[in-house]
């Protein structure tokens, strides 16, 4: 289960309870290319070691793959999460180590779960003031094509009560 997270990059990064981050939300914050991929990280050689060497020294593992489900993803610990940043992206990685020691300093207050529900309710309300907008838009847009297409068969009326007078007019000038 996925108690927090954390804004990178305008992406919602994942931070389980025992505090792995999920790298296939970095991944997305990063742009998603398919070149960054975590599974293309992982299994690198170099990756391999630092993961080895990283459970050696934690006694711990510090990956787990999630499959389906809410929490599904890759997660790492977050020493594995910074080589995976430095990985895709220099920038990317400061832009990592910045935000996330400061979540684990706990200068970044983590978003409760209340307040995710009271962003969740706020996000549902606008979407449905925007659906509410566009649904006025096309009914406004069902009106004025009806409106509009009155008006053009009554312009082809007049149109066409003409074109026999002009024809007539350019038969006889010959």
């Not at 779960?113 to 996000?123: A, F, G, I, T």
């Not at 449905?128 to 069902?142: C, D, I, M, Y």
């Not at 009554?154 to 024809?167: A, T």
Request: aromatic residues 8%; contains cysteine.
């Amino acid at each position: 289960m996925t108690n927090n997270y954390v804004l990178l990059c305008g992406q919602k990064v994942r931070i389980n309870e025992d505090g792995l981050i999920c790298l296939t939300d970095m991944w997305k914050a990063s742009g998603g290319r398919s070149k960054h991929q975590a599974g293309k990280f992982i299994v690198n050689d170099s990756t391999r070691g630092f993961i080895k060497s990283l459970e050696a020294n934690t006694g711990y593992p510090v990956l787990k793959t999630v499959k389906g489900g809410k929490a599904s993803g890759t997660w790492a610990n977050k020493l594995l999460a910074y080589k995976y940043a430095g990985w895709i992206d220099p920038d990317f990685e400061v832009g990592v180590y910045t935000i996330l020691d400061q979540y684990f300093s706990g200068n970044l207050q983590a978003v409760s779960p209340l307040e995710r529900m009271n962003d969740l309710v706020v996000r549902d309300r606008i979407s449905k003031a925007k659906g509410t907008e566009a649904g006025k838009s096309l009914n406004a847009r069902k009106q004025e094509k009806l409106e509009l297409a009155i008006e053009a068969e009554e312009l082809l009326k007049e149109f066409q009560l003409m074109l026999p007078l002009n024809l007539k007019l350019v038969i006889k000038g010959r």
